[in-house]
């Protein structure tokens, strides 16, 4: 759906030294939501990720369409797929254990204060934390997005074809 308004044109290349011609996507189109409207509280509802939920997952459940996934993705600024949104238990894991090795999940990551700050081991009131806990904890931010809300859905989309 999100490519499916991007206008077309005709590219030339060569395969195997013979000249051909096809109708392609112009993907280099940039749409993002305007600021204004990720800066307006009373347009979004902030929405926390469930275990397992992917964009078209969350699309489906607030819009109706998983064919609006791009809209939770452009609203959110959050353009890789993979990275941008929280793991699920299993996979973030099975990332865990290949980032840092079998047997090293709970060995010491670094050390924070009292506040929350990175310091040094032997700093006073140092407490470790876990490659496990940083993991999870990094995961856990990726959590909470916003949505516009789905009475607005129409104008995004209106907008959007304006854009493009």
Request: net charge negative.
């Given at each position: ?6 206008p ?18 112009d ?15 009373t ?30 993705m ?20 099975e ?8 047997g ?42 916003k ?15 304006e854009?493009?």
């Amino acid at each position: 759906m999100y490519f499916k308004k991007f206008p077309k044109f005709l590219y030339d290349f060569k395969i195997n030294g013979e000249n051909k011609v096809a109708l392609v996507k112009d993907i280099t189109q940039n749409v993002r939501v305007r600021t204004q409207i990720l800066e307006n509280i009373t347009l979004y509802d902030e929405y926390d990720i469930r275990d397992g939920e992917t964009p078209e997952i969350i699309a489906e459940k607030i819009y109706g369409s998983p064919e609006y996934h791009w809209v939770v993705m452009l609203c959110n600024q959050r353009f890789d797929y993979i990275n941008d949104f929280p793991l699920s238990t299993y996979n973030l894991e099975e990332h865990i254990t290949q980032k840092y090795g079998a047997g090293n999940e709970y060995n010491t990551h670094h050390w924070i204060d009292t506040n929350g700050n990175w310091v040094h081991e032997g700093a006073s009131g140092a407490t470790s934390v876990s490659n496990y806990q940083y993991e999870d904890d990094e995961n856990e931010k990726k959590r909470r997005i916003k949505l516009i809300s789905p009475e607005l859905l129409q104008t995004i989309l209106k907008n959007f074809k304006e854009l493009i």
